[in-house]
């Protein structure tokens, strides 16, 4: 029998390399991915697996499409439908239930704080109900680096028993959804774990966040927005590394626990931007400083010896994966020229 994972947001920017890496790697894998399809372009990311022939499958329809193979599901809808969850839960029976469904941009969630809430931390706790309801095996939450809050240059890393201090509504959804996570664990003894990664780059990733937004503008020849003086500083993970470092934990991790997966590579916004436009042979001229974001974290580090002692360890070459993230959306123009949908809150100032 398939062993059978739901992949929750598997059309997002994270959610799209992890389901690739899945369907390439696990043939007795059958993939379910529930997405609401915040971005019309995304609709497509699968349109390789789901493939030629998908049309003499009896699930093919505008909600639900199946892959030639029968190994990949594509679900239009949202984990706050609990009707729907419902539904997918008793039919499936999945094995597995990995959550990278959030709405994930800072920006937005300082605009319209109450849907961040919502989504993320209620849409979590409607998924651990059913899981606890069908007995499912796993449950895996991504979270992110965020929720240990903001450090100074001097400050040692955050490790996995750092205090959670979230400062922007986004960050404290995710911390409010880890706490949910942990309170199935201990009160349930729902078997989860919490992985908590840094700033994600790579193919895939929606139009609105900064990487993209410096190679869309540098390539127009307009001008970069960076908030405040470009000094904060990210610590930055090739998407395909931590999807990597997911997957492992996923077959290796210990059940109610939390590991960090850091990239290793921290720089300043501006060193950022700078080392795109030198790849497009751009003029840093083109950057043009805005005011600051509202309780913009100066830094996030963390610590990723737990992860390192469980076995895996990211060792990737952060300039390379670079070029390769550029030449991605030079060879996928339609990427930077997108238009976000109705569904997704509607403001883009970064
Ligand atoms: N991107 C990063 O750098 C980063 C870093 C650490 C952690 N994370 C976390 O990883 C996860 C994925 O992030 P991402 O960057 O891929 O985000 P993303 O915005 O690119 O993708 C999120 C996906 O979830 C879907 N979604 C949102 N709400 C949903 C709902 N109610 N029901 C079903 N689908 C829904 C969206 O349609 C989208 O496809 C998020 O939980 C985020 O908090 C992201």
Redesign the pocket.
């Known amino acids: 029998m398939k062993n059978k994972i739901l992949i929750?947001?598997?059309?997002?920017?994270?959610?799209?390399n992890f389901v690739k890496l899945l369907y390439k790697n696990y043939p007795n894998t059958e993939i379910f991915n529930?997405?609401?399809?915040?971005?019309e372009i995304?609709k497509n990311n699968h349109r390789d697996i789901l493939a030629q022939k998908f049309l003499t499958n009896i699930k093919q329809n505008s909600k639900h499409k199946l892959s030639p193979d029968n190994r990949y599901h594509e679900i239009n809808?949202?984990?706050?439908d609990e009707e729907l969850l419902d539904k997918l839960f008793r039919e499936y029976k999945f094995d597995q239930v990995i959550?990278?469904?959030?709405?994930?941009?800072v920006d937005n969630s300082i605009k319209s704080p109450n849907i961040f809430t919502i989504?993320?931390v209620i849409?979590t706790q409607n998924l651990l109900n059913q899981c606890l309801k069908n007995e499912t095996s796993l449950f895996i939450q991504?979270?992110?680096?965020?929720v240990y809050g903001s450090l100074k240059a001097e400050d040692t890393s955050t490790n996995e028993e750092s205090t959670l201090q979230p400062n922007n509504p986004?960050s404290a959804s995710?911390a409010a959804a880890d706490c949910i996570v942990r309170s199935y664990y201990q009160t349930y003894q729902l078997p989860c774990i919490i992985t908590?990664?840094?700033?994600?780059?790579g193919p895939y990733?929606?139009p609105e966040?900064l990487i993209p937004v410096v190679i869309s503008n540098a390539l127009k020849n307009q001008t970069i927005p960076i908030y405040g003086d470009g000094l904060n500083i990210r610590d930055w993970v090739f998407v395909e590394d931590?999807c990597k470092a997911i997957d492992f934990i996923r077959q290796n991790g210990k059940i109610g626990e939390v590991y960090n997966i850091p990239g290793h590579s921290e720089i300043t916004n501006i060193q950022m931007s700078t080392e795109i436009l030198k790849i497009l042979n751009k003029a840093t001229s083109l950057i043009k400083y805005v005011e600051d974001r509202k309780g913009h974290d100066f830094r996030y580090s963390m610590d990723g010896r737990k992860l390192k002692k469980l076995g895996f360890e990211i060792q990737s070459n952060f300039s390379k994966n670079l070029k390769d993230t550029v030449n991605w959306y030079l060879n996928n123009p339609n990427w930077l020229s997108t238009k976000e949908t109705s569904?997704?809150v509607n403001v883009r100032s970064k």
Request: aromatic share 14%.
């Open positions: 929750t947001g598997g059309s997002g920017f994270i959610g799209t529930l997405d609401k399809f915040d971005f995304s809808g949202s984990i706050l959550n990278f469904a959030a709405q994930s941009h989504n993320n849409g991504i979270s992110t680096d965020e986004y995710k908590r990664s840094s700033n994600n780059f990733q929606y966040k931590n569904t997704r």
